[in-house]
């Protein structure tokens, strides 16, 4: 299965976007964590099929109501099925 991490840039701390991460994953099958970095990005490991992977982007690329998403830096990396759920980390 593949697994891409993606590091989400822009006004994504401290409004509820881990929740709203944990939300997409959760309805389109997508399997990880996600976390707040030190540099106030926002970094996801994502497991799932490429295209639950693409429109699971698309949806962090809009963001909640109040976070302001900038930009997301994906690296695509070696299949690796290790998760069974989504968590916040």
Partial sequence: MPRWEITVYGR????GFRYFVKHCAERMGVYGFVRNLSNGTVYV????EDSALESFCQLLQQGNSYS??????????????KYHDFEIR
Avoid: F, M, T
């Avoid at 994504?12 to 409004?15: L, P, R």
């Avoid at 830096?73 to 690796?80: E, G, M, R």
């Fill in 45 to 48: 490991h994502a497991e799932a």
């Fill in 12 to 15: 994504v701390q401290g409004v």
């Fill in 68 to 81: 302001r998403v900038e930009k997301l830096s994906i690296d695509k990396l070696d299949s690796i099925l």
